[in-house]
Every structure is written in C-alpha cells, then in structure tokens.
C-alpha cells in the first residue's frame, strides 16, 4: 500500500503564495510519477499539474502555468507545488497523486494513488 501525505495548504491573501508538499511512503518503488489536482466546492476535481518522476518532464493546467510551478524533491517520491500570485478562484482541496505509469497525465483515472488532500483558502 502507497501512501501520500501532503502538508503545506492554508490560508492565504489574493496575490500571495503558498507552498504544498507531498511525500509517499509504504511499498512503493522509487519511479513514481506524481501530480496534483484540485476540487473547489461544488465543482470537478481537476488537473493541476504533474511531473514525471525523474523530473524530465513537467505538464500543467493550461489556466494555471505561470503562476504553479512544480518540481520533484530531493528525496525519492516527493514533490513540491509553489503557487503564486494566488486568486481567490484557486481556493479548494489539493490532492497530491502518484502512479508508476501514466499515458493522459491530466486524467484522474490515471493515478493509483491519491493523498487525503489539503485546504488552500485564498481570501480577496
């Protein structure tokens, strides 16, 4: 069993930043790919970015690039979200996701594994 843990999310000014972090442990090989994806109240989950798990190739939310920026940790299996110039519209619950193989890295399908996620509030 895999499991994820972000930490990081919190409350926030419109223009500010915050930083989300996840780690995964428990019987998982060294070459996930890891991402997150965000659900707002009363709408979708949807993508917000990934990176394959060398690091060689990042893919984000075409709304979001720009302003998210992600990157692999130093340790095995982790990653780090920097969100900047944060909206009042990216307010919701960020989950962190894994998977050893993906092919639509932007479908929540394709992950294994998902974190309990973590609020991010951004007050205007």
């Known amino acids: 069993q895999v499991h994820l843990v972000e930490s990081g999310g919190g409350l926030v000014q419109a223009g500010g930043s915050l930083r989300l972090s996840c780690a995964a442990s428990g019987r998982t090989s060294n070459n996930l790919h890891m991402g997150w994806f965000r659900q707002a109240p009363g709408k979708d989950r949807e993508f917000v970015a990934a990176i394959t798990w060398k690091g060689g190739n990042v893919y984000y939310s075409d709304g979001l690039k720009g302003r998210f920026t992600i990157a692999r940790g130093s340790a095995a299996n982790t990653v780090t979200l920097w969100m900047n110039n944060l909206k009042p519209e990216d307010t919701a619950v960020y989950f962190c996701?894994?998977?050893?193989?993906?092919?639509?890295?932007?479908?929540?399908?394709?992950?294994?594994?998902w974190g309990l996620g973590t609020q991010v509030t951004v007050s205007s």
């Open positions: 996701v894994a998977a050893e193989f993906f092919t639509d890295y932007d479908r929540a399908d394709e992950y294994d594994y």
